[in-house]
């Protein structure tokens, strides 16, 4: 046993006679040992274990008030499993029911009085010996439960990632079948159209009226292949992170203008009402941001709220908050309940998810305007419930504010 041990063992010695305690006290001075400490009333012994915290405790078996053999049933009850408490009985008391007692009761050894302080001083660096070596094992011990810990977290990730895989895979061959059954049904269709009005339109008894049906009919299914097309395309761009910003200055009030005559015919068609709300004694607004993507939003969002309202109105426009405009599109269409409005915005969804949907369209409006707006530093909000309606909304940061009027 080594000095630096000597010097931080410390030993508690508990015999009720007082000439035993110095005898015991001299001799571990002379072997180096520096923490030591007594008593000859072993009703202190808890107390002492609990606030000198002895490694070792030399302990006498018979004394007035309680028994070695009483001491150490009252120690196992506050010394955890855990804490290795070596404890060498010194006692007069030879007999073998005596030692089988003692070692039963949670002595580590035994010696009898009167002893040999040789073998005294031996039995007590066995014991600090043992206690030290129980005391790295445990050091062991914690230190190989927290790798187990550590190395159970990173299986933890790894087991979570793994099934983020999964899941993403299981998503992206969702998202293929998905992209396959619609675009097969939204490019197919148009192209039918286009097919079929062509074989028509070379037909010779043809009279300028029914060319003229046939030609617009022909432009309708362009511009749904057209805009099918370009749906795709913007959500690669989206889906890649490639969507490129180019902010310029953008006359708000005449996009919105055009945009209200674009969408007019579609409206009177359905028999809807179209209102374009600008604020009081706004002439123009110049906002700056990028124009075809502000384009794509509204125009998405108006065309979702034609597609799903058979009556009452659409109104749209925007409003002026401090350092930012909110612009809005209303309706009185079907109106979503809480869970579809978590679910408008996946890729290629419809509330109406059958091969027999009521509504035509690839069910990428609403995450086109969504991906769109995050690249522009904003997100959709949507007000809705069913059979009242909605109001989808976002905000941009306004930069610029002019009235030639004033």
Same mark, same amino acid.
């Given at each position: ?11 508690? @010695? ?9 005898? !015991? ?35 006498? $078996? ?40 003692? $070692?039963? &009761? ?27 070596? %129980? ?72 009279? &300028? ?15 749904? !292949? ?11 761009? @989206? ?14 009030? %005449? ?25 009081? %004694? ?15 939003? @509204?125009?998405? $969002? ?11 109105? @659409? ?92």
């Amino acid at each position: 046993m080594n000095k630096l041990l000597f010097e931080k063992s410390k030993i508690l @010695i508990v015999d009720d006679q007082q000439a035993n305690i110095d005898l !015991l006290e001299g001799f571990l001075e002379m072997e180096g040992y520096q923490n030591i400490l007594s008593t000859s009333d072993p009703r202190t012994v808890l107390n002492l274990y609990e606030s000198f915290a002895p490694d070792l405790i030399l302990l006498d $078996l018979a004394m007035p008030y309680l028994t070695g053999f009483k001491v150490m049933e009252l120690l196992k009850q506050i010394v955890s499993a855990d804490n290795y408490l070596p404890i060498l009985v010194l006692s007069a008391n030879i007999t073998p029911e005596a030692k089988q007692r003692a $070692l039963a &009761e949670g002595a580590s050894d035994f010696l009898s009085k009167p002893f040999d302080l040789i073998e005294v001083g031996l039995r007590i660096r066995n014991l600090l010996s043992a206690k030290s070596m %129980h005391q790295q094992l445990q050091n062991q011990n914690v230190i190989l439960e927290d790798k187990v810990k550590e190395r159970t977290a990173e299986l933890e990730l790894i087991a979570i990632d793994l099934l983020a895989a999964k899941e993403r895979a299981e998503s992206g061959d969702r998202l293929k079948t998905a992209f396959l059954q619609t675009i097969s049904h939204e490019i197919r269709t148009p192209m039918n159209g286009i097919l079929g009005f062509a074989s028509l339109l070379a037909s010779p008894d043809l009279t &300028e009226g029914e060319r003229a049906e046939y030609l617009e009919l022909m432009k309708i299914s362009l511009d749904r !292949l057209v805009g099918t097309i370009t749906d795709y395309v913007n959500i690669s761009l @989206i889906y890649t992170d490639n969507l490129q910003i180019q902010s310029q200055q953008v006359r708000l009030v %005449h996009l919105l203008t055009d945009l209200e005559s674009k969408f007019r015919k579609e409206c009177d068609k359905k028999g809807l009402k179209l209102e374009l709300q600008l604020p009081d %004694h706004i002439f123009e607004f110049l906002l700056e941001t990028d124009s075809e993507l502000l384009r794509t939003v @509204i125009s998405h $969002l108006i065309a979702n709220a034609i597609k799903f309202t058979n009556k009452g109105f @659409i109104t749209f426009g925007f409003e002026i908050l401090p350092s930012v405009i909110k612009i809005y599109v209303r309706d009185t269409g079907i109106g979503l309940g809480q869970e579809s409005q978590q679910m408008i915005f996946e890729k290629f969804m419809q509330i109406d998810g059958s091969t027999t949907r009521n509504y035509e369209g690839s069910g990428l409006g609403l995450s086109i305007c969504q991906g769109i707006l995050k690249f522009l530093g904003s997100g959709i909000h949507i007000e809705s419930d069913p059979d009242k309606g909605s109001v989808f909304s976002f905000t941009l940061p306004a930069k610029e504010y002019t009235d030639p009027e004033l």
